[in-house]
């Protein structure tokens, strides 16, 4: 019977070696790993599933790329997940997460092993290290999100990209505040660390946000935010001490909602009589909230499917890269009206915008 000392001597290597290229618990060169392939098939090395699914390439998993990091609203990504996994089964995968920050390691650990087939990458930067890994590896990956300011810079590049339009989606929160004669928008963002890790949904939708200020010409003031009570209730006062005419809010940032709404309530601004608030959040979020909220909505399931069903093709021999982006859908509800008729307009205020960060 031929055993794992046998193949590391017939490929002149360490028996962990080996070990490590069944067990994907380590990255290994691409040369190493091909020479321990040739000497598992020409002895007929067959000890476990792992072995078996380094021959066949082919382990029916899915490595999806979940880093949970600092800034991040944990119900969208597990929402995503789920849709992955949902979706996988279906056509007859199994999905491995992985949660580490791994960055660069985790794509390489995945390439270099047999552990699953392909790979979907979530939270993805602006120049995301993990892109040149993910542009030399042999198994096929899907992001959801854009690592570049564009959808045609992403198809350029050769990535395979599926996501929500952010930055139409912040564009159509300006457009709706605006066509209802809010002059003066104050945008309540993500926290900090997300701004400056970069990641690419954040700063898509501030880039749709300030070209359809521009297009209608209001003001917008810009605030990162901690989603703590606390956090928003420095924000706000800020907000209003800088642009006392502000009549509209846009929140791209789940977890500062209520605390948003409670505080609106403490000052005695009404919603909407006094001020409008839009939102960008998934549904659940905006239809549960003290005031039901006009939002755009976050397509979690649409995007964890849509991830899935790419990679699939590609597995079976399809080649369909490129750039899939969501239409963005806003929904009216009780949080946004007609700006009042004494509000103070924008127009005459600085129009700079004031990013924090």
């Given at each position: 019977?031929?055993?794992?000392?046998?193949?590391?001597?017939?490929?002149?290597?360490?028996?962990?070696?080996?070990?490590?290229?069944?067990?994907?618990?380590?990255?290994?060169?691409?040369?190493?790993?091909e020479?321990?392939?040739?000497?598992?098939?020409?002895?007929g090395?067959?000890?476990?599933?792992?072995?078996?699914?380094?021959?066949?390439?082919?382990?029916?998993?899915?490595?999806?790329?979940?880093?949970?990091?600092?800034?991040?609203?944990?119900?969208?990504?597990?929402?995503?997940?789920?849709?992955?996994?949902?979706?996988?089964?279906?056509?007859?995968?199994?999905?491995?997460?992985?949660?580490g920050?791994?960055?660069?390691?985790?794509?390489?650990?995945?390439?270099?092993?047999?552990?699953?087939?392909?790979?979907i990458?979530?939270d993805?930067?602006?120049?995301?290290?993990?892109?040149?890994?993910?542009?030399?590896?042999?198994?096929?990956?899907?992001?959801?999100?854009?690592?570049?300011?564009?959808?045609?810079?992403?198809?350029?590049?050769?990535?395979?990209?599926?996501?929500?339009?952010?930055?139409?989606?912040?564009?159509?929160?300006?457009?709706?505040?605006a066509?209802?004669?809010?002059?003066?928008?104050?945008?309540?963002?993500?926290p900090?660390?997300?701004?400056?890790?970069?990641?690419?949904?954040?700063?898509?939708?501030?880039?749709?946000?300030?070209?359809?200020?521009?297009?209608?010409?209001?003001?917008?003031?810009?605030?990162?935010?901690?989603?703590?009570?606390?956090?928003?209730?420095a924000?706000?006062?800020?907000?209003?001490?800088?642009?006392?005419?502000?009549?509209?809010?846009?929140?791209?940032?789940?977890?500062?909602?209520?605390?948003?709404?409670?505080?609106?309530r403490?000052?005695?601004?009404?919603?909407?009589?006094?001020?409008?608030?839009?939102?960008?959040?998934?549904?659940?979020?905006?239809?549960?909230?003290?005031?039901?909220l006009?939002?755009?909505?976050?397509?979690?399931?649409?995007?964890?499917?849509?991830?899935?069903?790419?990679?699939?093709?590609?597995?079976?021999?399809?080649?369909?890269?490129?750039?899939?982006?969501?239409?963005?859908?806003?929904?009216?509800?009780?949080?946004?009206?007609?700006?009042?008729?004494?509000?103070?307009?924008?127009r005459?205020?600085?129009?700079?915008?004031?990013?924090?960060?």
């Open positions: 019977m031929v055993t794992l000392a046998d193949v590391a001597r017939h490929a002149g290597v360490s028996a962990s070696t080996v070990s490590y290229v069944l067990s994907g618990k380590r990255s290994i060169s691409a040369p190493t790993r020479r321990i392939q040739h000497s598992i098939d020409a002895l090395y067959r000890p476990h599933a792992g072995a078996r699914a380094l021959a066949s390439s082919r382990t029916g998993i899915l490595a999806l790329m979940m880093p949970l990091r600092t800034g991040l609203y944990v119900p969208v990504l597990m929402e995503i997940a789920m849709a992955v996994t949902t979706t996988a089964r279906s056509h007859g995968y199994d999905v491995l997460l992985l949660t920050e791994e960055g660069p390691e985790a794509v390489r650990r995945v390439e270099g092993s047999a552990i699953a087939d392909a790979m990458v979530m993805v930067g602006i120049d995301d290290p993990r892109l040149p890994g993910l542009r030399e590896a042999r198994r096929p990956a899907v992001l959801i999100g854009l690592p570049t300011e564009s959808a045609e810079a992403a198809d350029t590049a050769g990535l395979d990209c599926v996501d929500l339009d952010f930055e139409a989606a912040g564009a159509r929160c300006v457009d709706h505040l066509g209802l004669g809010h002059t003066g928008i104050a945008v309540l963002g993500e900090p660390a997300v701004y400056a890790r970069g990641t690419g949904f954040a700063a898509r939708t501030l880039t749709g946000l300030r070209a359809a200020a521009r297009a209608h010409g209001v003001g917008l003031l810009h605030r990162p935010v901690d989603g703590t009570y606390a956090a928003v209730a924000a706000l006062t800020r907000i209003f001490e800088e642009r006392p005419g502000t009549t509209g809010l846009v929140v791209q940032n789940e977890a500062a909602v209520e605390p948003l709404l409670a505080l609106l403490q000052q005695r601004r009404a919603v909407p009589e006094d001020v409008s608030v839009v939102a960008i959040c998934p549904d659940q979020v905006a239809v549960h909230a003290s005031v039901p006009t939002a755009v909505s976050v397509p979690a399931q649409d995007m964890g499917r849509l991830a899935v069903e790419r990679l699939v093709r590609r597995l079976s021999g399809q080649d369909p890269r490129g750039t899939e982006l969501i239409a963005p859908r806003l929904t009216a509800r009780a949080s946004t009206g007609p700006a009042g008729p004494g509000a103070p307009s924008a005459t205020e600085d129009r700079r915008d004031h990013d924090g960060h």
